[in-house]
C-alpha cells in the first residue's frame, strides 16, 4: 500500500556528541562575543552622554574568553578619553562574566543585586538601563536557541 505521508518525512542525520559540543561551543562564542559587542557599543555611548565627545571609529582587540577567542571592536572617542570599563590595558583574558550572569540569571537574583556583584567582578558599575539593555539582548539571543 502506498504511504501518501512518506515523503513529506525528513531523515534525521544521527550527529555525534563531539560535533554536537563543538558546533554548540561555536555558537556561544559567538553570542559572547555580539553580547560583548553591545556592551561596548553602549558603554562608549553612556560616556559620551556624561563627558561629550564625538564617536570615532574602533580598533581591533582579540579576547580570550571562556568559550573561544573572541575579535571585538572596540569603539573610540574622538578625543581618546574613553576606554572600555571592562576591559583592562593588555589584559587579553577576560573574567568569565558569561557564566557568572548565566548563574545570577537562574538563581533569580534582581537586576540591581546582578549590578552590584558584576560591579565588584569587573571593577566598574554600569546603569541599570545598560544593564536592562544588555539582559534584553541576551534573552533575545536565548530565545533564538529555543
Avoid: W
Avoid at 6 to 16: G, N, S
Avoid at 28 to 50: K, P, S
Avoid at 59 to 68: I, N, Q, S, V
Avoid at 70 to 84: A, C, G
Amino acid at each position: 500500500m502506498f504511504n501518501r505521508g512518506a515523503h513529506l518525512r525528513t531523515r534525521r542525520c544521527p550527529v555525534d556528541q563531539d560535533t554536537l559540543r563543538i558546533l554548540l561551543r561555536e555558537a556561544v562564542r559567538e553570542t559572547v562575543a555580539e553580547v560583548l559587542q553591545t556592551v561596548l557599543e553602549l558603554d562608549r555611548t553612556a560616556f559620551l552622554q556624561v563627558h561629550g565627545g564625538r564617536r570615532n571609529g574602533y580598533y581591533p582587540r582579540k579576547l580570550e574568553t571562556a568559550f573561544g577567542q573572541v575579535d571585538l571592536k572596540v569603539p573610540r572617542d574622538r578625543e581618546s578619553r574613553y576606554y572600555p570599563a571592562f576591559l583592562k590595558p593588555y589584559a587579553r583574558r577576560l573574567v568569565d562574566v558569561g557564566e557568572v550572569a548565566v548563574a545570577l540569571y537562574a538563581a533569580g537574583v534582581s537586576q540591581r543585586k546582578a549590578a552590584e556583584i558584576l560591579s565588584l567582578l569587573l571593577g566598574h558599575r554600569y546603569s541599570h538601563e545598560t544593564l536592562s539593555a544588555l539582559t534584553d539582548q541576551v534573552l533575545e539571543a536565548a530565545g533564538a536557541f529555543r
